[in-house]
């Protein structure tokens, strides 16, 4: 199976109305700047139909019951073409906990290249990873099989427990780096020089 496009990519940016009529910047922003965590964003075809609802409560249920959510404190966010009064009612009547967006124009479907499923007939079922920097690490396009998603989820966000971030390797190539420099036997001899300088001049 080919490899969504955009896996290793940073995520698409964009703005979409949630369940109470209010602008949701993607990626989620906290005063201004971005927030840092996992993403889990799920793409389903439409509120209210039984294996959404059933997929909406899982991630539900599992950010409060999964060790591996609250442990990367993962922000789970679902989108459908559903108009926002629909996406209200489905928010309401099944206690989601996570922002619910409304794609009536497919601007996100678009975006992640999500298309059609079941003949053309619906969208398709598509969960992405995002990673604490902005990448997508990983998707899943599973129209039919409305349980595999939060299994998709655990199991990535192992992965990328056990994977250090950009921002670690970063650290560690300037540790490493300072610590090349001071172990130099020429950039020893050129502190010793600079000493021996430094003491004929106070001389």
Do not use: W
Not at 8 to 34: C, I, T, W, Y
Request: include cysteine; glycine fraction near 6%.
């Amino acid at each position: 199976m080919t490899p969504h496009p955009l896996i290793n990519e940073p995520a698409p940016e964009f703005s979409l109305p949630d369940a109470d009529g209010h602008m949701f910047k993607f990626p989620p922003e906290e005063q201004g700047v971005r927030v840092k965590k996992p993403i889990a964003l799920f793409f389903y075809p439409e509120a209210g139909t039984f294996g959404c609802t059933r997929e909406a409560c899982q991630f539900r249920d599992a950010l409060v019951e999964k060790e591996i959510f609250k442990r990367t404190d993962v922000q789970v966010i679902g989108i459908s073409p559903d108009p926002v009064p629909k996406q209200k009612q489905f928010v309401e009547s099944q206690n989601l906990t996570y922002p619910v967006l409304s794609d009536e124009k497919h601007v996100a479907y678009q975006a992640f290249h999500v298309g059609k499923a079941l003949l053309g007939f619906a969208d398709a079922r598509t969960t992405f990873v995002i990673d604490n920097e902005g990448i997508i690490r990983d998707s899943l396009s599973a129209t039919m099989n409305y349980n595999a998603h939060v299994k998709f989820v655990v199991k990535a966000l192992g992965k990328l427990e056990s994977q250090p971030s950009v921002e670690s390797l970063s650290e560690t190539h300037d540790a490493d780096a300072g610590a090349a420099r001071s172990n130099d036997p020429s950039s020893s001899q050129i502190r010793d020089e600079l000493g021996r300088v430094a003491y004929v001049a106070g001389a």
